[in-house]
């Protein structure tokens, strides 16, 4: 089971860190990506972040603005957000694969039920 939290309302330029907690004891034998979705559009991938830490991002929609990490320890994976913009309004949703560096939801085995993040002008 996987937990999304963090989410909320911002106004622009503000920042917000996500988190996403597993509950499954293999967490830190996956790779865990973040996906958002806005109203009316398809699931998007933002980045992901494989076992060791390696990341990669969608640059095109993040634009070095958002920072992916994981503390295995923990059982978290983080998605730090700065430099917020309207265009970034959507469900976040943090999910769980087997494969390494997946870009696609059809790659991903498991996911949370998503948390709200709402970016004003």
């Known amino acids: 089971q996987l937990v999304e939290s963090g989410g909320g309302l911002v106004q622009a330029g503000g920042s917000l860190r996500l988190s996403c907690a597993a509950s499954f004891s293999t967490f830190s034998s996956y790779a865990m990506g973040w996906f958002r979705q806005a109203p009316g559009k398809e699931r998007e991938f933002v980045g992901a972040?494989?076992?060791?830490?390696?990341?990669?991002y969608n640059t095109e929609s993040v634009k070095g603005r958002f920072t992916i990490s994981r503390d295995n320890a923990k059982n978290t994976v983080y998605l730090q957000m700065s430099s917020l913009e309207p265009e970034d309004t959507a469900v976040y949703y943090c999910?769980?694969?087997?494969?390494?560096?997946?870009?696609?939801?059809?790659?991903?085995?498991?996911w949370g039920p998503g948390t709200q993040v709402t970016v004003s002008s």
């Open positions: 999910a769980a694969g087997s494969l390494h560096m997946a870009r696609t939801v059809a790659e991903y085995d498991y």
């Open positions: 972040v494989s076992w060791n830490g390696f990341t990669i």
